[in-house]
């Protein structure tokens, strides 16, 4: 309890955090990026991965040194809030709230349509819908039922989806296939390739947000984010490798790996890594339900929205309002369905967060008097990356993130009228 609120305990360790960065990276993206770089750069492809995840480092490094610096809940809105004031860490944590808000909508659907090739009754639309929202209901219990249990749930989703894709691996390994020489690609349209590689990656920010949970946040966050983005990158190379290995002459289909693990395995490897996605489409989701309603719960401790998102189950001692929020909007959105602009709005608007942290980090050490000349260095990398990625979305993506925007800069103003009432009924 602080200052006569409850708040949740610090009951998750090394481990346990891990989890929520592994999940925030690896979801649908795995299942669908190796036929898509195979097409793309041919053999090149899991070298192309390792060389992604170098060129990943400056944003990783620099939310790293920036949550050495915190150890309560709220990630970029803490970093934006302490750099440029109340209104831009709103702002960056607003970014990231709303893109994962439609992002997990859309996954779902993705999610559904997996496990539709076992259950294809899931097609027939009021079934769909139906399960969507029981999908959404059991996640939002188990996330508001509290942390350790939600860890231990998403650390038995994550073995379910990496054990196929080790399997398929080692199919590789002993199967007898034979390799493909490496040839460099012919880079003609290499910023689709970054753009389709920077999808890959990103989604490691959610390890910062329930920093007021974590143990020792400022110690195992930045280990965490360098160990995983380390993992997870030798994981997508391996990926890509048994990929191509297995199935090389076979073009993008949608469901590469699925086709990869018929020829390595039949049937019963098809089934498999239908499971395996299903499986690790619902951890993404699951993570995302667990950590992104932490955005809310730390902008509400900050004073920039309204203390209703503050309220902490007196029970369970998790942000229970802010989890239901996230979980009741979530689920209205996938029912609404037509998420392919709003998923790529939501790329977008995650940009925003990118940018403030990157910017971050320079200012609040000015400030302080340190000049590091390899954290200006870096900070400008990430910088420069994240506006460039910005810089390809299309026309449409653009007006929904000024909607998006729009409507979070009405709330912190809604948020802000609401605390001074108070103050001015006082005086």
């Known amino acids: 309890m602080t200052g006569g609120k409850l708040v949740p305990p610090r009951a998750v360790g090394f481990w346990g955090t891990s989890l929520f960065q592994i999940n925030g990276m690896i979801g649908s993206g795995i299942f669908a990026l190796p036929a898509l770089l195979v097409a793309a750069v041919g053999s090149f492809a899991p070298w192309m991965l ?8 400056p944003l990783i490094l620099v939310f790293g040194w920036l949550a050495a610096r915190y150890d309560g809940s709220g990630g970029p809105v803490l970093y934006g809030k302490d750099a440029f004031g109340d209104f831009v860490g709103f702002q960056a944590g607003w970014g990231r709230f709303a893109s994962g808000i439609v992002a997990l909508a859309a ?7 997996y496990f539709a090739t076992l259950f294809p ?15 959404f209901a059991i996640l ?8 350790r249990g939600s860890v231990v749930v998403l650390g038995t989703m994550t073995v379910l989806k990496l054990v196929p894709l080790a399997i398929i691996v080692l199919a590789a390994v002993f199967g007898g296939f034979a390799g493909q020489p490496l ?49 997870v990158t030798v994981i997508y190379a391996l990926v890509i490798w048994a990929y191509l290995t297995i199935a090389p002459t076979l073009d993008a289909t949608e469901n590469p790996m699925a086709a990869a693990a018929q020829v390595a395995l039949g049937d019963w490897g098809t089934m498999l890594i239908v499971i395996a996605a299903g499986a690790s489409i619902a951890a993404n989701n699951f993570g995302s339900v667990v950590v992104v309603p932490r955005i809310p719960f730390g902008m509400a401790q900050q004073g920039m929205l309204p203390s209703w998102f503050e309220r902490v189950s007196p029970r369970f001692l998790t942000p229970a309002n802010a989890i ?49 000349p390899w954290h200006q260095l870096v900070a400008a990398l990430a910088l420069a990356t994240s506006i460039w990625i910005a810089s390809q979305a299309g026309v449409m993506a653009w007006i929904v993130f000024v909607g998006l925007v729009g409507l979070g800069t009405i ?17």
């Open 324 to 372: 239901a929020f996230y979980g009741i909007g979530s689920a209205i959105m996938a029912v609404a369905g037509g998420f392919t602009l709003l998923a790529t709005a939501s790329t977008l608007t995650r940009m925003l967060t990118y940018v403030i942290t990157a910017a971050a980090l320079p200012m609040l050490e000015w400030r302080e008097g340190i000049r590091n």
């Open 121 to 135: 009754a899931l097609e027939t639309p009021a079934i769909e819908k139906f399960t969507i929202v029981g999908f």
């Open 411 to 427: 709330l912190y103003f809604a948020a802000a009228r609401s605390r001074q009432e108070p103050a001015a009924a006082e005086a």
């Open 183 to 231: 040839i460099l690609p012919q880079f003609s349209q290499a910023e689709s390739v970054i753009l389709l590689l920077f999808y890959g990656f990103t989604g490691f920010e959610t390890v910062t947000v329930p920093a007021g949970e974590y143990r020792d946040p400022k110690r195992d966050i930045p280990r965490v984010l360098l160990t995983v983005l380390a993992g």
């Open 50 to 57: 390792l060389i992604a995840g170098v060129i990943f480092l």
């Open 140 to 147: 939002t219990m188990i996330s508001v039922a509290g942390m």
């Open 107 to 113: 996954n779902t659907h993705v999610m559904i349509a």
